[in-house]
């Protein structure tokens, strides 16, 4: 099946400081590909949805200016956490979509201290 | 996307087959059902879906009521990396954004 990767897979970073996370479809094209955040004990919530070529589509309660998306090419959108918080602390996971599936990275954990 | 409802827990003998309700008993005629699971600390991988024929492929089947407002996942020989949690959604296409619930956690017991 399809592959999507996820870089870094886990990081640690002071409070204030911006963190990219990387989601790439690797031996497919992806068009639209999305954003999903897990606390732990918890289930996935739908941050966005990253549209290559244009801007992204942010579910309600997720602001804009602090989750930045770019979907810059066909495999790789990325996901900046501006001036990240201890509360921003959580597991990331992308997806992107190929026929009736999708295909989920193996997620970014995030800490901030 | 119409909400589906799930146990919270479910425990599996290994070797036995495990058996996952889910209702989905607002579900429109053309929707989807399909199941993904989550091991610990992964992306959620994809299982099965379908649309109100049972469907089976290597991983598992997936059994659809007539009105089509509930289905049941069944592995058919649980082992140990069985051990996720499983969710059901209801979705008109595959390829567009999913709503997660809280799943069954299900545990396979040695």
């Known amino acids: 099946g399809a592959v999507v990767s996820q870089h870094p897979s886990r990081v640690i970073c002071k409070s204030g400081t911006s963190v990219k996370i990387e989601c790439r479809s690797l031996?497919?094209?992806?068009?639209?590909m999305f954003w999903y955040r897990q606390f732990p004990k918890q289930s996935l919530m739908l941050m966005a949805t990253?549209?290559?070529?244009?801007?992204?589509?942010?579910e309600q309660g997720v602001e804009k200016d602090k989750f930045l998306i770019n979907h810059a090419s066909l495999t790789l959108s990325t996901l900046t956490v501006t001036s990240a918080h201890p509360e921003d602390s959580s597991f990331y996971i992308c997806?992107?979509?190929?026929?009736?599936?999708?295909?989920f990275g193996p997620g970014t954990r995030l800490t901030v201290l | 996307d119409a909400k589906t409802t799930q146990p919270p827990s479910m425990d599996c003998a290994e070797g036995r087959a495990a058996n996952l309700p889910c209702n989905h008993s607002?579900?429109?005629?053309?929707?989807?059902v399909y199941w993904y699971r989550q091991i610990h600390s992964q992306g959620p991988q994809y299982i099965i879906h379908?649309?109100?024929n049972n469907e089976t492929n290597e991983m598992a089947s997936l059994i659809i009521t007539e009105d089509r407002k509930s289905s049941t996942l069944i592995l058919p020989h649980a082992t140990l990396r069985d051990t996720a949690v499983y969710y059901c959604?209801?979705?008109?296409?595959?390829?567009?954004?999913?709503?997660f619930g809280t799943g069954t956690r299900l545990t396979i017991i040695p």
């Open positions: 379908g649309l109100k």
């Open positions: 990253s549209n290559e070529g244009s801007k992204a589509t942010y």
């Open positions: 959604i209801v979705s008109r296409f595959g390829n567009e954004k999913l709503t």
């Open positions: 997806s992107a979509p190929q026929y009736n599936e999708q295909f």
């Open positions: 607002t579900i429109s005629g053309n929707e989807y």
């Open positions: 031996d497919f094209q992806a068009t639209t």
